[in-house]
């Protein structure tokens, strides 16, 4: 038996419902990115916001896009954020943190985008907007993957080197901090 295109009781298509829940797990999940007091948490909920977005990514039918959000976000960027954040001493945020303070005029402004974006998104002709995404996507994919791959791997070696390198310099640090012993 063939999986009919769109929900028989919803009568949106198999992609529609995908994209409401990765859009739903990345709002839910960047919310949480603002909200929590433990750090590392955040660190994890922003990874989980990437990923959903890179899913988003592949449902709009940009795999090239998707495959360099995880590479870079995920892959380098949260990482990163995760290593340095583990290499402090403090992982939890003060008790009255500075946007808990900013709540109103943020929710505020919150609001206002959401507006404007949604009229933008209304009042816009989308067209063949996915087939033009797909051709550009796939003409970049080529260059990149065909003209410039020593490049791009030169690149991601220079960036796990920069990697490694800070957490050394952290760490040599870190042990000459606890040879002097307390203040």
Do not use: N
Not at 37 to 64: E, Q, T
């Amino acid at each position: 038996m063939a999986i009919p295109d769109t929900i028989p009781i919803i009568g949106l298509s198999w992609s529609d419902v995908l994209f409401l829940i990765l859009s739903g797990i990345m709002l839910g999940s960047g919310l949480l990115v603002v909200t929590m007091r433990d750090i590392i948490r955040c660190g994890l909920a922003m990874i989980v916001c990437f990923g959903a977005l890179a899913g988003i990514y592949v449902v709009l039918g940009a795999p090239l896009v998707a495959g360099a959000q995880v590479l870079v976000y995920i892959g380098a960027i949260s990482v990163l954020v995760l290593f340095a954040i583990m290499l402090t001493q403090t992982k939890a945020g003060p008790t009255r943190l500075v946007f808990q303070t900013q709540a109103i005029p943020a929710a505020f402004a919150a609001v206002i985008l959401a507006l404007l974006l949604s009229l933008v998104v209304a009042a816009t002709s989308w067209g063949a907007a996915a087939e033009r995404l797909h051709a550009a996507t796939d003409d970049i994919a080529r260059v990149l993957f065909r003209d410039y791959v020593l490049p791009f791997e030169v690149v991601s070696v220079l960036l796990l080197a920069a990697v490694i390198g800070g957490v050394y310099l952290a760490k040599r640090e870190g042990s000459r901090d606890d040879e002097r012993g307390p203040l």
